[in-house]
């Protein structure tokens, strides 16, 4: 018998990047600081925790409405509205496992054998499997690398053909710590309308944002809303990444379509963790405020350490949880450094070329999924071992 389904046996292979690695080192017992994976190190708000907990007490436990509960819904909505200046009924609004579970139905609804799909280079590597499963073809369109990787409609514009149909955004940027302008937003929905293609618009670090830069949703352009599906999650801002739960809004004639692959994979989230969910949007939002004092007191941290780092530049993320930082001038590739960081002083960074070919040259450091002093010693590993370079070059 033939095994697997072609469709996986000549999708690109799957990988989970260093830490693959890592996990040999994890099984051995070795203490490792991960400064790789992209999770929150918080506890999700006890709040959040009580109203799950009580849903599943009170005997919210049998099947609900294949779209998501219907109060959870209409606190979706209010919030889109609140936060994101977005108007949608929530007729309009689907409860999604994560937000990869998100992309996936959007993805596997909208497209055809042989549709192109632009990914913005660096990109966040999961919408590749994704596109290749739905019978996509993944086009590479790079950022602007010497611009501190914004988007340039020109480089963005060569990759399209007649065959394009999508493209994907994350803003912010997963890796880059980038949040785009509006008049960076706006030059790549110029491009969607006079092309006529959709965009699958990832915005799970839209409340991580630093330094008073604001994130601005694509749909609530002129011309976006009724060709754009936004894609939302609690991992990142409620450190609810465990729980697997987000949330997608889209205009109501794509909802069917979109319902159609939920039906036939989940049906519908666990209907008690969509209250904790609930709880997450219409409860008290000081665990964001926290959470981001937090965050930006890591993030400085680590940029001020990465840049005293000889062959080290990093510029300041302005979002997300990512520094990007530039060691090209080491001589390595970022494939070396993540290597011998990793086996040497047993910290875990991930390597550029992961994200994309722009990002040769650079290494992703996350500073949102250790404690503080465990990013310190970090930083201290690390700068023990850029020095052993720069003295052996």
Not at 50 to 55: N, P, T, V
Not at 113 to 137: H, R, S, T
Request: aromatic share 10%; net charge negative; hydrophobic share 40%.
């Amino acid at each position: 018998m033939k095994w697997p389904a072609d469709r996986i046996a000549q999708s690109s292979p799957k990988s989970f990047g260093m830490y693959e690695k890592a996990v040999s080192y994890m099984e051995k017992g070795i203490d490792l600081i991960h400064l790789g994976f992209g999770k929150p190190s918080f506890d999700t708000p006890k709040h959040i925790k009580k109203a799950c907990i009580e849903a599943l007490e009170g005997g919210l436990v049998h099947y609900g409405d294949f779209r998501g509960n219907a109060g959870f819904r209409q606190a979706i909505v209010k919030k889109l509205r609140r936060d994101n200046a977005m108007d949608y009924s929530d007729r309009e609004v689907l409860v999604t496992n994560g937000l990869t579970h998100g992309s996936y139905g959007v993805l596997m609804a909208a497209i055809d054998e042989g549709d192109e799909v632009i990914l913005l280079d660096p990109y966040y590597p999961q919408y590749i499997n994704k596109i290749e499963l739905a019978g996509g073809v993944v086009v590479r369109a790079p950022l602007d690398k010497e611009n501190n990787f914004s988007i340039n409609p020109d480089l963005i514009e060569a990759k399209i053909t007649d065959r394009t149909k999508m493209i994907c955004l994350v803003n912010p940027a997963n890796p880059t710590g980038r949040v785009y302008t509006r008049a960076e937003l706006q030059s790549l929905a110029d491009l969607a309308i006079k092309h006529n293609l959709f965009v699958l618009s990832d915005e799970v670090y839209e409340q991580i944002c630093f330094d008073g830069n604001q994130h601005i949703s694509i749909a609530t352009l002129p011309g976006m809303r009724e060709r754009t599906f936004t894609l939302f999650a609690f991992t990142k801002a409620y450190a609810m990444d465990g729980w697997r739960v987000g949330y997608l809004a889209a205009d109501e004639a794509f909802i069917p379509a979109i319902m159609n692959i939920f039906m036939n994979d989940v049906v519908h989230v666990n209907v008690f963790v969509q209250e904790g969910a609930r709880m997450a949007l219409e409860g008290s939002q000081d665990c964001i405020a926290e959470a981001l004092s937090e965050d930006k007191r890591r993030r400085d941290l680590v940029v001020n350490c990465l840049n005293a780092m000889p062959g080290v530049s990093c510029t300041s993320p302005n979002a997300t949880i990512y520094a990007f930082p530039d060691i090209s001038a080491t001589g390595k590739s970022s494939q070396q450094i993540a290597d011998e960081l990793l086996e040497q002083h047993h910290v875990v960074v991930e390597t550029g070329e992961f994200y994309g070919d722009v990002g040769a040259g650079r290494i992703r450091v996350c500073f949102g999924a250790e404690e503080y002093e465990r990013i310190a010693e970090a930083m201290q590993r690390m700068q023990v071992y850029f020095e052993s370079l720069n003295r052996n070059s």
